[in-house]
């Protein structure tokens, strides 16, 4: 069987590994945070000391970091991936990054013999623990059809959106450009109805079997009626760096995203005030703004 490494062993990457190893791969972990390493290795993974150490042991690796710099720190930095990993195996890209970044991450692969799946995910943190998460996979189809086991281990979802390192980026920027949408309306009517004095639960109800339901819409309700604003796995600054790169790729390709640069100012708003908070903080200052908050069993005003 294919043995697989993940870097990145928070939110997202735990899930990864937890489900990896629920099929039955080997998986070898790094990340910088002992807590989590420590949490690997109870959940039967082991642990590496180095980016290049989880190369040596893999045939296929996740990379599941922050942003492009670390994607590149963790592939060609002095214990990198690229210095470990042999001839025909996979780096699996399912971190956001820029589109660009993808792009050069993969001519700075060419004639590496390694290959590069381009494949952002979407699920945030239920469907990273669950194994229910949406790939966006760019790669020759061969290299998809390879790889596919270990990918089908953490996925429910896998589209085949390019063949290019960037497609998959590009997609993902497209969507969250949305996602962001959904969210800045959410927190705005949860705050009018507190204001007029709604019952959160009456709010999801209604909402939730409305045209206008969704997952991402009933997940951020539950949150927020709840005053669930920390620890629920879906922190501010991932959301906040998404739009960024959806507004970058608008602004690069001549492209207005009007809602989307509205939904930017209200994720700015929300990380400012509470940069240790989840996506549904973002409420919490149109909240203070208007004096009212959203409960499940009835509305508070001041």
């Excluded at 699996?92 to 991450?105: D, F, G, H, N, V």
Aim: charged share 20%.
């Amino acid at each position: 069987m294919m043995k697989a490494g993940v870097i990145g062993l928070g939110d997202m990457g735990s899930g990864l590994a937890r489900n990896l190893l629920k099929n039955g791969f080997s998986v070898t972990g790094r990340d910088i945070d002992p807590k989590r390493v420590e949490a690997f290795r109870e959940m039967g993974g082991e642990v590496a000391e180095s980016a290049a150490e989880v190369g040596r042991q893999s045939d296929a690796v996740f990379i599941m970091v922050m942003n492009g710099d670390e994607v590149n720190e963790v592939v060609f930095g002095d214990d990198g991936l690229a210095s470990t990993m042999s001839a025909g195996c996979a780096i699996i890209l399912s971190a956001t990054i820029k589109p660009r970044e993808a792009r050069m991450l993969g001519a700075a692969l060419e004639g590496s013999g390694l290959h590069l799946v381009d494949t952002p995910v979407s699920g945030g943190f239920p469907g990273a623990q669950g194994g229910t998460l949406t790939m966006m996979a760019a790669a020759p189809a061969d290299v998809l059809d390879r790889f596919a086991p270990v990918m089908e281990a953490v996925s429910a979802n896998i589209h085949r959106v390019g063949t290019r390192p960037g497609d998959g980026q590009t997609v993902k920027a497209c969507l969250q450009s949305l996602i962001g949408a959904q969210f800045s309306a959410t927190f705005e009517a949860a705050a009018l109805a507190a204001k007029a004095g709604v019952p959160g639960q009456v709010i999801l109800d209604v909402f939730s079997t409305s045209s206008a339901g969704c997952g991402v819409v009933n997940n951020a309700l539950e949150k927020i009626i709840d005053r669930q604003f920390e620890g629920t796995g879906s922190h501010i600054n991932t959301m906040h760096k998404d739009l960024t790169i959806s507004m970058g790729l608008g602004e690069e390709l001549g492209v207005p995203l009007h809602t989307a640069a509205a939904a930017m100012q209200v994720f700015h708003a929300g990380k400012t005030k509470y940069p240790n908070g989840d996506n549904w903080v973002c409420t919490r200052v149109i909240e203070e703004i208007i004096g009212a908050e959203l409960h499940r069993d009835a509305a508070k005003s001041d």
